[in-house]
């Protein structure tokens, strides 16, 4: 029950009945989030990494040693309120289920067995959504996903930000 | 570099962390003020130095000087509420607002202005609201300007404001330079993540200073959580320590003769609701206004870097030049400063197009715009509710009376940028990609939908919430900011606003709790 109140509350809980139903059983809305990403986290977000930063960042074959930038995203969770870290855990959660990767992105098979063609299509797809739960929830990943890369400072001078000035 | 005013002095100071309560706790003191910021630091400064016993309660650490290195990671999740990912329930709205000693004064960009006349009188018809002539007020703005080193900035506007500037000045709209709360500005840009040469005047170096050498006590990573009433009376405030945003498993009571609530535009609601505060009318938390922002983003051959610099010295009022409670919104229009993150979270999109926006880094320039919300009728605000675990949350609904303003200030904003010799122009909306001319803008930017995501909406402004005024049904505070139905709370900032302000808040914030703080200590 709690479970289900904290969908319906949730960012990416917008009248979710069906989202839950198909959801793996995990942690209650009173326990403590997670403090790391588990593996099936760092698969979902190894699949998709490519997609949301591009190619033009990581090269052509999007390949990446993406373990920095894990250890960066989980300190990125543990700043943010309790409720929101909830929110990303459960996110990912998602993504990694079947049915609710389909009902969020439109992949059914696993995202590591997704070409990254079709990956890019859905997720532009998912990006257009005018499903307020889906766009929310895209919203909420592209978000922390870039603003944990450029916090990073070896990736300002791609961009031309000079840093901070010398005081 | 100025002279640190925190750390030689903490040693004698009455200071005390969240990490340094290790059992049940109960203090008592005169006059108990919950928020650091521009409410509750010129309350604290004026009690204390009247001799009265003041303990100041601030949710957020306690950062100076020496921990702001100019770095949005670190300045997010120490300064600002939510790590700066505060949103509205919807999450279609970023709201930033400060979150440690100084509150938002500590994070904003150093710009005030008085509370507009027009504003003032809608109050004044509108909502009953007495004691707000201007000559009335002009003593409280005069000191604070004073206080705080308010003066006119006479350096060089940066590249981004100068685009504003000259864009305004050939389409002949007349623009004025921002008056800014700083002293010995060394010009850097980066106001927003912490000054690290302490020139910008925000309470943590003034009036909180000012409050500890005349004896008050301030308790930082401290949560307040609920009031307790015996009678129309606060009888204590509870509280809850914190380490590092983690809540330790003890409570600390506050008992004071007076409590002063200066802990933002949603915690002070929040606060009231989570104590079950007396509000016959529903009051509490309703009428919330957030100056909504939208931004145009310009692209220039010349190098801009929007990062340095005062971040805002350049503003127009000419599209506020309208009756805010019959005509449509009015809007003001400056600049912001960027930075990495701030920018990949402005630019839509993801992956390669992002990135290419993203490697312009040097040569955006941007413009946004200040929604004047809360004056008509079809501009209602939001409403503050509290989460399952106490927590608040801001439901603000965007009106179609707002969306009509966000695209006449896209429109607006793209023919200044391209009047100032911007060589393309984004609205930041998914559903474009930008324009190279004008008469494509024009012709396009009327039919962006009206769609929640597609348009990155910011706020840095929240309003409202305890409103005041003399009408019982209408205002849960009185003129002064005094709590109608209990008998000791005053309300100091932003909160008090029964609409927003149409300009940012900063200065109306610092006069109005001056003022309330007076009338407190003339009724007491």
Known sequence: MERRIFLKNS???????????CMPEGTSSNEE??????????????????????????GADGSKDFQGFFSDFEKTITTLPRYTQKEVFLLLDLLGSRVTRFLLTGIWSPFSSTPREELDSAIGEWSRSSLGMRRNAYEGLRDLILGTWYANPIHWQKIGYPGVPIL | MLEDPIGPHLARWNVARGENFEKDTVLETDFCIIGSGAGGAVAAAMLSAKGHRVTIIEEGPFKYQKDFHMLESEAYPDLYQESGARKTKDHAIQIFQGRSVGGSTTVNWATCFRTPETTLRHWETHFGVKGIETETLS???????????IIPWEVTPNANNLMLARGLENLGIKWQSIKRNVKGCRNLGYCGVGCPVNAKQSTLVTKIPEALDAGAQLISEMKALKFQFKGDQISELICVPMVKNVEKKIKVSIRAKQYILGAGSIGSPALLL???APDPHKLIGKRTFIHPVNVSAGLSEEAIFANSGAPQSVYTDHFLQSNPATDPVGFKI????????LLSQVVRGHGDAHFDLMAQFPYISNMIALMRDGFHEESPGGEVHLRSDGSPVLDYQVPPYLWEGFKRAWLQMAEIQFAAGAKFVLPI????????????????????PSELFAAKLFSAHVMGGLPFGEDPKRSVLDSFGKFRNLGNLTVVDGSMFPTSIGANPQESIFAFSYRNTDALLHRI
Do not use: C
Not at chain 1, 47 to 55: D, K, M, R, V
């Open chain 2, 274 to 276: 989570r104590s079950e």
């Open chain 2, 139 to 149: 003593p409280w703005f005069e000191r604070v300007e004073k206080e705080f080193s």
């Open chain 1, 11 to 21: 960012a990416i809980g917008t009248s979710l009945g069906l989202l839950y139903s």
């Open chain 1, 33 to 58: 989030p997670p403090r790391t990403l588990t593996l099936s986290h760092q698969n979902t977000l190894m699949a998709l990494l490519p997609s949301f930063l591009g190619s033009k960042l990581l």
């Open chain 2, 429 to 448: 909306h998914s559903s474009t990609q930008g324009f190279s001319k004008w008469s494509d803008a024009k012709k396009e930017i009327p039919n962006l």
């Open chain 2, 334 to 341: 400056e600049t912001a400063p960027m930075q990495p993150i």
